[in-house]
């Protein structure tokens, strides 16, 4: 009930406007999810030993999609989770063929920061993926250190603020060592939140492991 004054409440606060066509019902409509630009390289090499690599779907530059993760993450909008998540699923169609056991694990938030926003981001694009591709959303992973926002900080500070902020968690399925995982998140900078993830989630025993974001 609570969750449903929420959504009338920021409804009526933020109307849901197309943020790229200005057509009204969605903050992102379909035609506009469909003239995404999706990044032409198959791949983006990461050098870090615990990642094979990182595919963002599109460049940060385009200001439709920077505008609408600004409202998905601070207008709380979770209905753009879907849009979103269908722009990834376009470069996923583009540059990977999916036939082996693959599942889908999202950066965890920390509860102080999932209590405050009422949702994790890259949960909800993890499991409409997971949806899309008829797998599974793993949260696997757990934050146990509530850090500050990565945006702001330079590369080094980045490092040392999200040092021993993760670990792996109990669930309740066997997944098997050689499972390919993906990572989700929303936005890859320096590429230090995939790569502290994919860290822990390696000295578990899980080698085939793969960044994944709307952008980068």
């Known amino acids: 009930m609570f969750k449903n004054f929420k959504k009338l409440f920021l409804d009526l606060i933020f109307p849901s406007f197309c943020v790229s066509c200005g057509k009204d019902g969605s903050y992102l409509c379909k035609k506009c999810v469909n003239n995404v630009q999706i990044k032409s390289n198959s791949l983006e090499l990461n050098k870090s030993a615990y990642l094979k690599g990182v595919i963002s779907a599109t460049n940060y530059q385009n200001k439709t999609i920077q505008k609408a993760i600004k409202i998905f993450k601070y207008q709380f909008s979770e209905e753009l989770g879907k849009s979103l998540a269908e722009v990834i699923r376009k470069k996923l169609i583009q540059c990977m063929k999916l036939s082996k056991k693959f599942i889908f694990i999202p950066v965890p938030l920390h509860k102080k920061r999932y209590k405050w926003r009422g949702f994790n981001q890259s949960e909800l694009l993890s499991i409409y993926l997971a949806e899309k591709y008829k797998t599974l959303s793993v949260n696997l992973l757990k934050k146990i250190k509530h850090t500050k926002a990565q945006a702001k900080l330079s590369k080094k500070a980045r490092l040392q603020n999200l040092k021993n902020a993760f670990s792996i ?48």
């Open 169 to 216: 968690q109990d669930v309740d399925i066997e997944i098997p060592k050689t499972t390919r995982i993906f990572i989700i998140d929303d936005v890859v900078t320096t590429g230090t939140t995939l790569n502290e993830c994919a860290k822990i989630l390696y000295k578990n025993g899980y080698k085939n492991i793969y960044g994944l974001t709307i952008c980068g």
